[in-house]
């Protein structure tokens, strides 16, 4: 799928090489090309230092290069060629084209979305861009994921399913390895954690612990459960109370759509719901308020019972 | 400030009334009106049932009517016009410019923003539109609010000091609300939580507990005190862990800028640092997130002390 860099240097922004990186902005190219983009030093030092094997070529501004000298180690260390660019070079390379992207990212919806910037909005990838082979959608990969986890002992793990908003999954990327979970799911109807609006969101979480895609949230149940880890959902309408009720050491909070919610069927399927306590006039907590209060809750059990 | 509402129905969506509704995008029109906008029908019911002093008027679409009987009820019992529009009045009411709003708005940053919708994006309104009186932005009003609270009990204040992201704003009052805070105060260089972006964030948040603006952050740390509330802030240096750190029983969290946090001299006069536990890889925690589960955790211990 990923063909070899060109090691030439680069001196227009307007070439082949710029424009296929700043296509990388929309899922069909990423997937078309095998490849996804990383902007901003912090994730790209995450991308080199914890997923080396991922990263393809890092393109860097003299200043940032200067500013940031762990970089061209870390690329050096990865294998992977460093290469020094104008900046208005590296702006062509994150040069969004606006509503198109926001569709190919899974739609950028306005209630509840807790994005990085807009779609079409001008990005400064503050000095250097990494581009990484896109790991592959599949199924099996996301239960091979769960059969590698440890058989006993305490787990988080984090499923999302039909959050669409990329900015939305990135952010719950980077509360998920904040909160010390050991592996995030999505399945296939969420958006993608590659679009550079997640990588962005993400700050790095995205290379920082295990995240695959394209999972079957039917199967995924049944893997959890072989695997003795409770799936967990929140529900306005649950008879329990988070900061009540006993969490299982090993569990998996299962979150659902910006707007609506878990569908009925997987709320219905998952052995635990917890009510979270609401004490103002507000009706709902947003996605990632409600994953932020479950996923602390549930590190905040694990310090205490350690 | 605000004049009476013409009660003419409005047929042109290119009219004088219709331009000004869609003029309140922007703080400078919001001041020189003294009129804000609120989109939605969870929002605007939450202003006539939470705040109907400040409800003008009500724009909404006949099928809006018919799926929110309470929408005209409510209005009638605020004492305001509620008028029935077509879909494309209401969509021109909406119409953002772009670049300028965010601008005017305080400036939506590309990083860190948990806002919901992009500025120039077309918002649906969802068949309904309120125009509310803006409160004045006054100092006073924020130390008067302080002074309005119980001498004694339990209370939970939220400070935004910094936080230009209007839709940062918007759900961190949401958030506030949904954790039982008693009080919001903004420091004048936060983003105004009356620009729509905000509103709509806040979910009704803004009309269910006293928000207030403009205040100055130094009076502020003295207003406190001097109601025996302990100003509390996060840090990554803090010696104290949010989980095992007692928290007093009238606590103010203080929230700072989104990319660089609190200033040095305001996390310096605060009475109590904590820090939020991180267990992965990540460096830091958006301020919402912190915000999350601080607010959180203060009602958790509420509850389990109560």
Known sequence: MTERPDQSPITSPRSERVRKVAALTGRSARRKQGRFRVEGPQAVRSLLAHRPELALEVHLTERAADAHPELERLAREAG??????????????????????????????????????????????????????????????????????????PLTVVVLHEVRDPGNVG????????????????????????????VRASVGGLFHLPVLTGAESGSLLEALAARDITAAATSGYADSELFDVDLPDRIAWILGNEAHGLDEETLAAAPLTVRIPLAGHAESLNVHTAATVCLFETLRRRRAGA
């Not at 990327?173 to 954690?193: C, H, N, W, Y």
Request: glycine residues 12%; negative net charge; without cysteine.
């Open 80 to 153: 992977v060629p460093a290469r020094l660019v104008d900046e208005q070079i590296l702006r062509a390379m994150v040069r969004e084209s606006g509503p198109a992207d926001a569709t190919a990212d899974g739609g950028s919806g306005p209630a509840g979305s807790v994005g990085t910037g807009s779609p079409g909005a001008l990005v400064s990838p503050q000095g250097v861009i990494a581009v990484g082979a896109l790991p592959p959608e599949d199924p099996d990969a996301a239960t091979a994921a769960l059969e590698a986890l440890p058989d006993d002992g």
């Open 171 to 198: 952010t719950l990327i980077r509360t998920a390895d904040a909160a010390g979970a050991d592996l995030v799911l999505l399945t296939r109807t969420s958006a993608d954690p590659y679009s550079p609006k997640a």
